[in-house]
């Protein structure tokens, strides 16, 4: 019979310094803006797609002007995370 392993809880909870949660909040709503972009930015590209796919369907001619501001905002939101921007390529 294999021995009982007990769990403690810990009565103490470690409060992070001001410092560090001003930058986990940053980090947060800056992943947040960015997911927000890229959501746009694939959303336009779905759109542009489905037109280049359509047969007969003539593609809007702003399209290309809202994909690259679209593209434009979601470069910005990644930009945001500074160091964290590197873990997405």
Do not use: Y
């Amino acid at each position: 019979m294999r021995p009982r392993i007990r769990v403690t809880k810990s009565k103490s909870r470690r409060v992070l310094p001001e410092r560090s949660r001003l930058t986990i909040d940053h980090t947060v709503a800056a992943l947040r803006r960015s997911r927000q972009a890229l959501v746009v930015l694939e959303s336009q590209l779905g759109d542009l797609l489905a037109r280049v796919r359509a047969p007969g369907a003539p593609v809007d001619g702003s399209a290309t002007d809202r994909l690259a501001c679209a593209k434009e905002n979601a470069v910005a939101a990644m930009a945001s995370l500074g160091g964290a921007g590197a873990l997405f390529g």
